[in-house]
């Protein structure tokens, strides 16, 4: 129990304590082809569907996103899982430790809607829509890994579920 909490102290408060955070145009990149790659596949298979939403959901979902599934799932995914002193690390290690996070990141969300009881699952079992979760969540990783601050992870992933939640159809 007393390493958990050492491990826990070492990795998040750190990780959410780091307020000043520069990108780079790496990572600008990054982010434009992530959301470039999502929108094609998101529309060439179905999953995202333009609209516009109501006043209340423009004011109710934004705050209730960022908190879950943004904030709680990138202090799981990337600041449990993924340890700050990675950034030492070599390239294989960093990236098979990127590619667990990511891929126990995809299984999370198919095993999450059945959790909370949703009835209809066929979305979060939908090839399509597990290719942006794990191209997401190499991103989010990226970014927590190169600043060594979950609040880029945070935003970009709170960023996505309110565009898509807001203005693509609900996932």
Known sequence: MHQLRNYFRANLGPALRTRQVSLSRIEAVLIAGYSSMAAIIGFAT??????????????????????????????????????????????????????????????????????????????????????????????????YLRTQSLWPAIAVHWATTVVWNLFLGRP
């Open 46 to 143: 179905g999953l995202f569907e333009l609209g516009l939403p109501s006043t209340f959901e423009v004011l109710i979902l934004p705050p209730i996103l960022v908190l879950y599934p943004a904030l709680i799932e990138e202090l799981i995914f990337r600041g449990l899982l993924l340890p700050r002193s990675l950034t030492q690390a070599s390239g294989l290690r960093r990236f098979a430790a990127l590619s667990f996070s990511s891929l126990v990141f995809v299984a999370w969300h198919p095993f999450n809607h059945y959790l909370i009881g949703m009835s209809d699952t066929s979305l979060f079992i939908e090839p399509g829509f597990l290719v942006i979760v794990l191209m997401l969540g190499y991103l989010c990783g990226h970014l």
